[in-house]
């Protein structure tokens, strides 16, 4: 069992310890990991202690780290065994639906989880309602109807429910949606453009593009405006980013059916209804000090862990039986890791070179082929998910899981194993400020990055220069060493960003969370660079943060310089 960091045990104490009536926590963390693999074990029909054993195992050393709603929820008394943190529901064009949808938001809010929406099902504002002659409010305005409904639900009583909000690029309100966010508000929501490849093309051409609603074209606009709006809003305020629907619908495990959503995030596409749990593998435990990866072990985790997520659908209590039906029936499952960066600095690779980006692939090809093996010989033990003579699989594979890998942002479960590095993002910074509504304010120093400079004699007011300016580039006395390896998001070119996103998405079944960061001089030109990039690369979707342009909760560098 391994002891948690300072840091870690608060997000344990703070999200994931049982407690008692009064609130108190009751719980260690090798208690929890004990009752994770029991619950987990449960599903078994033979050997239940030897999988325990086995889940316990990965989990309690920190190789394995399943996502909030996992730790937060399973085998808890109080709670109901909702394992899954991302949704998607579908939501259509009467009032009544559309507040079912926002009941049945609030329940997954409740037990833990995020939800995406296409909203494109939803007549535009301004169009006739026919029993009332009045004028429909339209897509915007239920956005911000949702968004304030989050502020009063929040998530497993954690955190404020995240959601995403899609709207394909020929509604006729996709005008409204683009700038829906300029003015600071929908905090809540992440939004993303539908984008089709035909769209792609008649703005590569040149061409119009018809908004149409119900077969009925409202309005003709260039392709070209529509793109430098979205363009020009995502460099004031990040939003929107793109989804590419195609290229989605392209790895969709069910082809007669459409897939057009995401959850909140943007790693997971789902059908409506669907829901997904995730976990990932912990980088930083698996590489030795060389920077080699510990290839036994983590085939070995890879698959107690593909077990482990695929158990927890059989004892899953999902808030509402349409989430049941869906998610049972296509049993997808997102594997990924966190701690890439950590494992770049152990190995001397930067993560904007070639030679970072091959290691990464390495480890990523690796795991999609570990997580398919086991899903197989799962199928081979326990049958395969009940969609699956629908899918693209059949007849020649028998596969228990429409999916198996997802790269999650790893927000809260990075901290718990102690990594530096969320998911496949590089470092932070090496030095930065930190405000949590868990544990305060704090300084961070990179950990690593001070070993480093201790090995190498960096003196204390070198490292106080770092911390000013939350960088160790452009400063002569860093070595060189030091200075190639310890490169904080800002300090990777946006292109560096992508590439290393598109190397990953290559293993990917279902898609990677990444911010793609761009300095705050950044112009309308080099978002559209990066936007143009992502499609030719065949990533599924982008977001990017120009520095500066949302009010964030981390700042590179000391707050009082
Ligand atoms: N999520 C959410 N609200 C949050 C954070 C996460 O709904 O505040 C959902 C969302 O679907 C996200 C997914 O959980 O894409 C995974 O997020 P992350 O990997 O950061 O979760 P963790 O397990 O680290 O808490």
């Not at 007669?256 to 669907?274: A, M, Y």
């Amino acid at each position: 069992m391994t002891q948690l960091t300072d840091a870690g045990q608060k997000v344990f104490n703070a999200r994931y310890a049982l407690r008692d009536e009064q609130g108190h926590i009751c719980e260690t963390f090798e208690q929890a990991v004990s009752r994770l693999a029991r619950v987990a074990a449960s599903a078994e029909k033979e050997a239940q202690p030897h999988w325990e054993e086995k889940f316990a195992s990965i989990i309690g050393d920190l190789l394995f780290v399943p996502s909030t709603p996992i730790w937060a929820n399973m085998g808890k008394p109080d709670r109901p065994w909702q394992p899954s943190a991302c949704f998607v529901l579908a939501v259509e064009d009467t009032l009544y639906s559309m507040y079912e949808t926002l009941l049945s938001t609030a329940l997954v809010f409740k037990s833990g989880g995020g939800v995406g929406y296409n909203f494109s099902t939803i007549r535009p504002r301004g169009s006739l309602v026919q029993s009332t002659k009045g004028k429909a409010s339209g897509v915007v305005e239920l956005i911000k109807l949702y968004n304030a409904s989050s502020n009063m639900v929040m998530q497993g009583g954690v955190r404020r429910g995240a959601s995403m909000g899609i709207l394909n690029i020929d509604h006729p309100e996709i005008m409204n949606f683009i700038h829906a966010k300029l003015d600071g508000g929908l905090t809540n929501f992440n939004l993303s453009v539908g984008v089709t490849d035909a769209f792609m093309q008649a703005l590569e051409q040149g061409e119009d593009w018809p908004l149409i609603f119900n077969g009925e074209v409202h309005d003709v606009l260039p392709a070209a405006v529509l793109w430098q709006s979205i363009v020009q809003s995502a460099h004031a305020c990040g939003d929107p980013g793109i989804i590419f629907l195609d290229t989605i619908q392209k790895a969709n495990p069910l082809p007669h059916k459409q897939l057009n959503c995401t959850n909140p995030c943007g790693e997971q596409p789902l059908f409506p209804g669907e829901s997904c749990l995730l976990g990932s593998v912990n980088l930083a435990r698996l590489i030795a000090e060389d920077g080699r990866i510990n290839r036994a072990l983590f085939k070995d985790t890879v698959s107690i862990a593909v077990r482990f997520l695929d158990n927890l659908i059989d004892v899953a209590e999902y808030p509402f039986p349409l989430i049941a039906e869906a998610t049972r029936a296509t049993r997808k499952i997102g594997l990924g890791f966190t701690g890439l960066a950590d494992a770049l600095i152990k190995a001397g690779l930067p993560y904007d070179s070639a030679e970072g980006r091959k290691y990464a692939g390495e480890i990523i090809e690796l795991m999609q082929q570990s997580a398919n093996d086991t899903s197989r010989a799962l199928a081979e033990e326990k049958g395969c998910f009940p969609e699956w003579e629908n899918s693209k699989f059949h007849p020649a594979e028998k596969i228990r899981n429409g999916t198996c890998v997802t790269i999650a942002p790893t927000g809260s479960v990075t901290t718990m194993a102690g990594c530096e590095g969320y998911g496949i993002e590089p470092i932070f910074a090496v030095a930065y400020k930190k405000s949590t509504n868990v544990a305060g304010d704090f300084e961070v120093f990179s950990p690593l990055f001070l070993e480093a400079c201790q090995l190498y004699g960096v003196s204390n007011s070198i490292l106080e220069e770092v911390a000013r300016r939350g960088t160790c580039q452009g400063i002569k006395e860093i070595p060189v060493e030091i200075a190639r390896i310890f490169k904080g998001a800002q300090d990777i070119a946006p292109a560096d960003h992508i590439l290393m996103q598109a190397e990953i998405q290559k293993h990917v079944d279902n898609a990677v969370s990444k911010t793609i960061n761009l300095p705050g001089a950044a112009t309308t030109e080099d978002i559209e660079t990066c936007y143009r990039m992502a499609y030719s690369l065949g990533l599924k979707g982008i977001t990017v943060f120009r520095d500066g342009c949302k009010e964030g909760t981390v700042t590179v560098g000391r707050q009082e310089d």
